[in-house]
C-alpha cells in the first residue's frame, strides 16, 4: 500500500512535467494551461502522501503483549501514528531517549546497538510468565539472560523486524522529493500552501525519527524468550503518583514510577528504561534536549510561511502567532531542565560536597518544580497553538492564490546549450 501510494504520487507529478515547459500564460500569478497546472487534489494527494509515508515508517512500536489481536494492534499503532501526525516532536524525543538507552545497554553489556534497541523495546521475555526482560537491574541479577541474548545474532534480530533500508529508503525518497518541489515552487516565486508548509516540516521531523531509529526493528510482533521455566520472579517496590501527572511523565520523559515487569507481559509504549537508574535523569535530559531543537525546527518552518498568502488578515495572524509560539515554546520548556542539568554538572565537579548537601536538596528540589510549573503553564498554550495550526493549513485551502495552482517547470533547472 505504501508503495503503491509513492508511486502513484511520483507518477502523476512527473507526468504533469515531463514534455512540457511551463506555459506563457501558466505564470505565478495566472495558470490556464492544464499541463502547466496542478489541481487542488493535487495539493492535497501529495500532502497526504508524504504524510502517510512518513508516518508508517517512522513509527516503531514496542513489542506487543502476546495473544494480542490484529486489530488491537492496529488500534495500537494507529493511535502512535496519530501522536506522530500532531506532536512529532513527542515521537523524536521517545525515539532519542530509547536510542540512548540502546547505547548504554550496548556498551554495558558489550553488546550491539541492535540488541540494546530489542531490550528496551520489550523483545526479550522471561520463559516463566513471558515478563519483559527490559532493565539492567535484570540483566545484572541474571548472567544467563545475558549469555542468552548474546547467542542472538543482530541479524537474526532484524530479520524479525517488518522494514528494512529499501523500505525506508523509499519514504526518505518521497519526503525528499516533496521538499524539493517546495524549494523549486520557492525558487520560481511560486506560492506554497500552507498544508505544504506543514508537510514539509512534518517530513523534515521525520527525518530524525529515521536517523534516530534506524537500527531498532519495525513492527516485531513476538518476543524471544529467555532464561529457564523455573526461574525467579522479581518484586520491585511500587511508587505511588497522583493519576494527571502520571500521563504527562510517561509521555514527556517516559518515567514509569509504578511499572512492574514482572506483573506485566509487555513493555508500556513510551518505555525506555526504570527511573531509578542513575543514568535515567541525563538521558531525559538529552531527549529534552532534542526535544526542544527539533520542535524550535519545527515551529520555524511553519514561519517561513510568514508572509504567504492568507484568506483574511485574522487567518494571518493567527498563523504568525500561533508558529512563533511552536517555535519558541519547545525552547523555554527546555532551558530550565538543561540550566539544572549544566549547574548541578558544574558544582558537582568544582565541589562534591556542595553538590551533595546544597544542590540535590532544596536548589534541585526547586528547579524540579519551577520545570513543571513551566509546563503545565506552557503546555495548553503550545497544544492550542498546534491546534490553530492544524485548522488553519485545512481551511485555507477554500481560497488559494492563483500561484498556488502552477506546477513547476522543471526544465529551468536543466542546463541549456
Known amino acids: 500500500m505504501l508503495l503503491l501510494l509513492v508511486i502513484t504520487h511520483l507518477w ?14 501558466a505564470t505565478a500569478d495566472h495558470c490556464d494551461d492544464i499541463n502547466s497546472c496542478r489541481r487542488l487534489f493535487d495539493i492535497v494527494w501529495g500532502c497526504l ?69 530489542f531490550i528496551s523495546m520489550g523483545g526479550f521475555v522471561s520463559r516463566n ?27 537474526d534480530i532484524m530479520d524479525r523486524s517488518k522494514g528494512d533500508a529499501l523500505s525506508k529508503g523509499v519514504a526518505l525518497a518521497q519526503g525528499l522529493w516533496f521538499a524539493t518541489q517546495c524549494l523549486a515552487r520557492v525558487s520560481q516565486r511560486l506560492s506554497v500552501t500552507e498544508l505544504e508548509v506543514a508537510t514539509l516540516g512534518f517530513a523534515v521531523l521525520n527525518v530524525f525519527i529515521w ?29 505511588p503518583r497522583r493519576r494527571y501527572l502520571r500521563l504527562l511523565g510517561e509521555i514527556l520523559i517516559g518515567e514509569y514510577t509504578d511499572y512492574n515487569p514482572t506483573s506485566s507481559t509487555a513493555v508500556p509504549s513510551f518505555w525506555s528504561m526504570e527511573r531509578d537508574h542513575t543514568a535515567f535523569s541525563t538521558i531525559v535530559t538529552v531527549s529534552h534536549f532534542t526535544e526542544g531543537l527539533v520542535g524550535t525546527i519545527f515551529g520555524a518552518i511553519y514561519c517561513a510561511a510568514w508572509n504567504a498568502s492568507f484568506p483574511s488578515v485574522v487567518e494571518m495572524w493567527l498563523w504568525r502567532s500561533s508558529s512563533l509560539a511552536v517555535a519558541t515554546i519547545p525552547a523555554v520548556m527546555v532551558l530550565i531542565p538543561a540550566w539544572r542539568f549544566l549547574c548541578g554538572n558544574l558544582i558537582r565537579s568544582i565541589s ?34 498546534r491546534i490553530c495550526l492544524l485548522v488553519l493549513q485545512l481551511i485555507t485551502l477554500r481560497d488559494l492564490p492563483p500561484g498556488a495552482f502552477v506546477d513547476v517547470d522543471w526544465s529551468g533547472f536543466l542546463p541549456h546549450t
Open 12 to 25: 502523476r507529478k512527473s507526468s504533469h512535467a515531463h514534455g512540457h515547459t511551463l506555459h506563457p500564460r
Open 49 to 117: 502522501a508524504t504524510i502517510f509515508a512518513c508516518t508508517w515508517v517512522s513509527v516503531h512500536l514496542n513489542v506487543p503483549p502476546p495473544n494480542q489481536s490484529r486489530l488491537s494492534r492496529f488500534g495500537r499503532r494507529l493511535r502512535m501514528m496519530f501522536l506522530a501526525v500532531i506532536a512529532p516532536e513527542l515521537m523524536v524525543a521517545f525515539a532519542a531517549r530509547q536510542l540512548w538507552v540502546a547505547r548504554l545497554f550496548a556498551t554495558e553489556f558489550e553488546l550491539s546497538l541492535t540488541h540494546g534497541f
Open 129 to 155: 510468565g513471558h515478563h519483559p526482560i527490559a532493565t539492567m537491574k535484570q540483566l545484572e541479577d541474571r548472567p544467563q539472560y545475558l549469555e542468552d541474548i548474546r547467542q542472538l545474532e543482530a541479524e
Open 211 to 239: 536517523l534516530l531509529w534506524w537500527y531498532k526493528p519495525l513492527d516485531v510482533d513476538r518476543a524471544v524468550p529467555l532464561g529457564t521455566d523455573e526461574e525467579d520472579l522479581y518484586e520491585f517496590e511500587l511508587v
Open 352 to 385: 562534591p560536597g556542595v553538590w551533595k548537601y546544597y544542590w540535590v536538596g532544596r536548589r534541585s528540589e526547586t528547579l524540579s518544580t519551577l520545570a513543571w510549573v513551566v509546563v503545565i503553564v506552557f503546555s495548553p498554550i503550545y497544544i492550542l497553538a
